[in-house]
């Protein structure tokens, strides 16, 4: 198993930046794919963006491409998502989470593909 803690969340004026992070304890972090996902109120969890075991691979949401950017540090056991050119739609909690897997390059986009998950961080983006 891993454990998964989230921190960084805010509130930030559009246009601004923030950068989350996921502190993992436990199991080998290297071991897992990870990915960031987020939920509105009212709306479904949605797919953010995701990275692979050993970073070389990253697949992100067409809403948040080219400014949003994951990446992970397994010597630190940690994985943050830089966010950049924030807009108020992107106000939502920001959930981690890892998934174990024999592939070191792939990237997990679906969620219910993901094992463990953190408790998530909130991000309000003013206008």
């Known amino acids: 198993q891993v454990q998964l803690v989230e921190s960084g969340g805010g509130l930030v004026q559009a246009g601004g930046s923030l950068r989350l992070s996921c502190a993992a304890s436990?199991?080998?972090?290297?071991?897992?794919?990870v990915g960031w996902f987020r939920q509105a109120p009212g709306k479904e969890r949605e797919f953010v963006a995701a990275i692979s075991r050993i970073g070389v691979n990253t697949r992100y949401a067409d809403s948040v491409k080219g400014r949003f950017t994951i990446f992970r540090d397994n010597a630190k056991n940690t994985a943050s998502l830089q966010m950049n050119s924030l807009k108020p739609e992107d106000t939502a909690v920001y959930y981690c989470?890892?998934?174990?897997?024999?592939?070191?390059?792939?990237?997990?986009?679906?969620?219910?593909?993901?094992?463990?998950w953190g408790q998530g961080t909130q991000v309000t983006v003013s206008s």
């Open positions: 436990g199991n080998t972090f290297s071991n897992y794919a």
């Open positions: 989470a890892a998934h174990p897997w024999s592939s070191k390059v792939g990237v997990v986009t679906d969620l219910s593909d993901y094992d463990y």
